[in-house]
């Protein structure tokens, strides 16, 4: 007696197939969430525009958009990779819709990879509208490509281990809270719109050691600068991402 055919085949589909389907999905959801869109795309680029046009903060020689959009691209990144992340896992945790995804033929780390995809979509969006505006406003960039690309793939990595360890392991509306507070606090304090050298030296040198400090002076020392590929900001960013990264993945509930 023959075995049946059956189409579409049973069982679970190529890993491959799954990452790329619900990295497609969270992609999806991020741009349909108007919250999300105002804190990732909305307030940088209102920021750039405002502080580049407007005479408001010192930011040194030169033309203002050529301090501020390093900076406001730095921001771009933490938003999506920390504050959005984090407050969208949170919720997804809360709700139970990790703990079904962790139940679904999806591995866990699969699942990680799309979230991770799928913020990296939403970033290279974010870059190309901030680049089109601050080119409309003058900028004039400068530097190798090729530092910027790493500067941006270690800055995405350092924030999306810290939203993760944060949306793992405090509840929603704390993440809520907490990741709101963050991205202001860092706004201010990070070196995106206000110099370091504005802050005193002891604060300087505490400041300097933060993830948005770092990669907003990296992607500044390049891309207003000329320089060559920023070793001590990306050695920050390394130190950040490998800490943020790995207590996610040690202390992260999924319930």
């Known amino acids: 007696?023959?075995?049946?055919?059956?189409?579409?085949?049973?069982?679970?589909?190529?890993?491959?197939?799954?990452?790329?389907a619900q990295a497609l999905f969270e992609t999806k959801m991020l741009l349909r969430n108007g919250e999300q869109l105002l804190l990732t795309v909305v307030i940088p680029s209102l920021l750039l525009v405002l502080f580049s046009t407007v005479d408001v903060v010192d930011t040194g020689s030169g033309k203002a958009v050529d301090f501020l959009a390093p900076g406001i691209l730095a921001l771009a990144v933490m938003s999506t990779a920390f504050t959005g992340q984090a407050i969208s896992?949170?919720?997804?945790?809360?709700?139970?819709v990790l703990k079904r995804l962790g139940s679904s033929p999806l591995p866990r780390w699969a699942l990680m990879t799309a979230k991770t995809l799928s913020v990296l979509a939403i970033e290279?969006?974010?870059?190309?509208?901030?680049?089109?505006?601050?080119?409309?406003?003058g900028w004039s960039p400068q530097g190798n490509p090729l530092s910027v690309v790493l500067?941006?793939?270690l800055g995405t990595a350092a924030f999306s281990?810290?939203?993760?360890?944060?949306a793992g392991t405090l509840k929603a509306e704390a993440t809520l809270?907490?990741?709101?507070?963050?991205?202001?606090?860092?706004l201010v304090g990070g070196g995106v719109i206000v110099p370091l050298d504005k802050f005193p030296d002891a604060a300087q040198s505490v400041l300097g050691l933060l993830p948005i400090s770092a990669l907003s002076d990296g992607l500044r020392d390049v891309l207003q600068h000329g320089a060559g590929i920023p070793w001590g900001d990306?050695?920050?960013?390394?130190v950040w991402a490998v800490l943020g990264l790995g207590a996610a993945a040690r202390f992260f509930r999924w319930e």
């Open 1 to 20: 007696m023959s075995t049946g055919t059956y189409s579409p085949r049973p069982g679970a589909a190529p890993l491959s197939r799954m990452i790329t």
């Open 89 to 96: 896992t949170g919720f997804e945790r809360r709700y139970g």
């Open 124 to 137: 290279v969006l974010q870059i190309a509208l901030l680049t089109a505006i601050a080119f409309g406003l």
């Open 151 to 153: 500067l941006l793939i």
């Open 161 to 166: 281990g810290l939203g993760l360890l944060m």
């Open 177 to 186: 809270a907490a990741a709101n507070l963050v991205f202001l606090l860092l």
């Open 234 to 238: 990306l050695g920050i960013l390394a």
